[in-house]
């Protein structure tokens, strides 16, 4: 039984936050770059979160139809694109607006004041 469930968790760390997690974060990435808001994002990891269980299924023999599974991923997957796409739309709005923005960290942006 414990056996199973260090293998279980490796199986999660490889394919879920390593595969699935960088699979996303290069999702919200290029939507970012789009311009495209952050729930078309959302839309694709429901797309991605199925393939992520097929692989855990298929190559590690894990559960394919499992909602407690599926909903626990596919949350996993969410925040992970989250933070490619705020990640990358906090740099195009310091890069594209940098006389009208002022970075504030690496998450947010402030409206520069004019202080002349």
Known sequence: MGAMLER????F????L???GGAAVLTG???ALAWEPLWRAV???LLLNCAVRFIHFAIFG????SVRLY???LVILIIAAALGHRLTRVRQMRDGYHWKIAPRGAWSWRLR????
């Open 62 to 65: 894990g559960t394919l139809l």
């Open 18 to 20: 390593i595969l699935g």
């Open 8 to 11: 279980d968790i490796l199986d």
């Open 29 to 31: 990435r290029a939507i």
């Open 113 to 116: 004041s004019d202080e002349n």
């Open 13 to 16: 760390l490889i394919v879920t």
């Open 71 to 73: 909903l626990m991923d």
């Open 43 to 45: 839309l694709w990891m």
